[in-house]
């Protein structure tokens, strides 16, 4: 067992250990590790424009960054969140544009 804290262990610590633990164990360690099924690459893209759509544009700033480390390009990312913009609302979709523009620029 590595002692380096996962994301959400530093974000959450011990405030909510079953959370953590849910997030840890069964969303990434489990739901993400399905690559038979979908690619991390193609579960990025799905998780960016489903945040955008639902307005959770804070989560982006970790799954932007996921989704590079995963395969997708700036302009991919770009173009899912423009995409989305007709579906979700042009509002989330400029924050979640702002939000990139900010993160691409580091």
């Given at each position: 067992m590595?002692?380096?804290?996962?994301?959400?262990q530093k974000m959450m610590g011990d405030f909510a250990p079953t959370f953590v633990?849910?997030?840890d164990e069964v969303l990434f360690?489990?739901?993400?590790a399905r690559t038979?099924?979908?690619?991390p690459r193609d579960r990025s893209?799905?998780?960016?424009?489903?945040?955008v759509s639902t307005g959770s544009i804070e989560q982006l700033g970790a799954h932007i960054p996921m989704g590079l480390a995963n395969g997708l390009t700036e302009d991919e990312i770009k173009?899912?969140?423009?995409?989305?913009a007709f579906y979700a609302g042009w509002p989330r979709a400029v924050s979640a544009l702002t939000l990139a523009q900010?993160?691409?620029a580091k």
């Open positions: 590595s002692d380096e804290q996962t994301p959400m633990e849910l997030t360690g489990r739901v993400w038979d099924e979908l690619s893209l799905v998780t960016i424009t489903s945040l173009e899912a969140i423009t995409h989305v900010q993160l691409f």
